[in-house]
């Protein structure tokens, strides 16, 4: 089956850069996705067709999407960005939401 | 604005049958847009389970195919999820959302644990 594979976590200095990796086979051919999740909360959509962002989102957040890996970094990144985040594509060979294993965003 | 809100059993017997039903307002399920399920077991990742269209088609995860059934009822602007043999690898949160066919979930339900009691 297909997987996407992430770091399990990412440490950042307030105002700093988080990139956030997500791999798996061939994932540049199709489009990644990604969710922040705080705790006790709903996951949130940051960025859907590898680099958009929907309404909402603020700017520091952007994706990018090549080869086998898919990218989210976040600009300037600010308290409010403490998060677990996951990445998400469609697996079209196995008719499968695939979602990453997620990576636990702190900001020290 | 659309929102979703999970409802049903938050404990379930092992070896019965899990049902939560997903309430929509905001936008007719008739409108368009899939309806699908994912779960969350506690301190995990995320697991997508199945999707329904409102004319009632429907896709599975295959790991949970033989199990799973989702419906719609477009009369009361809800969908249901219906998970049988459940054991305590189905304890999780359930959260129901809104996508598009073969892409993202944009709407999520505040999401709903059940757990499953031996």
């Known amino acids: 089956s297909y997987e996407l594979t992430q770091p399990p976590s990412v440490s950042v200095s307030p105002g700093q850069t988080a990139s956030i990796t997500c791999s798996g086979d061939t994932l540049g051919d199709k489009f990644a996705y990604w969710y922040q999740q705080k705790p006790g909360q709903s996951p949130v959509l940051v960025i859907y067709q590898d680099s958009k962002r929907p309404s909402g989102i603020p700017e520091r957040f952007s994706g990018s999407n090549s080869g086998n890996t898919a990218t989210l970094t976040i600009s300037g990144t600010q308290a409010m960005d403490e998060a677990d985040y996951y990445c998400q594509a469609w697996d079209s060979s196995t008719a499968l939401y695939v979602f990453g294993t997620g990576t636990k965003v702190t900001v020290l | 604005q659309v929102q979703l809100q999970e409802s049903g059993p938050g404990l379930v017997k092992a070896s019965e049958t899990l049902s939560l039903t997903c309430a929509v307002s905001?936008?007719?399920?008739?409108?368009?847009?899939?309806w699908g399920w994912i779960r969350q077991p506690p301190g995990k990742g995320l697991e997508w389970i199945g999707s329904?269209?409102?004319?009632?088609?429907?896709y599975y995860n295959p790991s949970l195919k033989s199990r799973v059934t989702i419906s719609v009822d477009t009369s009361k602007n809800q969908f249901s999820l219906k998970l049988s043999s459940v054991t305590a690898a189905d304890t999780a949160v359930y959260y129901c959302a809104r996508h598009r066919d073969r892409e993202y979930f944009q709407h999520w339900g505040q999401g709903t644990l059940v757990t499953v009691s031996s």
């Open positions: 329904i269209h409102h004319s009632g088609s429907t």
């Open positions: 905001g936008y007719s399920i008739s409108s368009g847009y899939y």
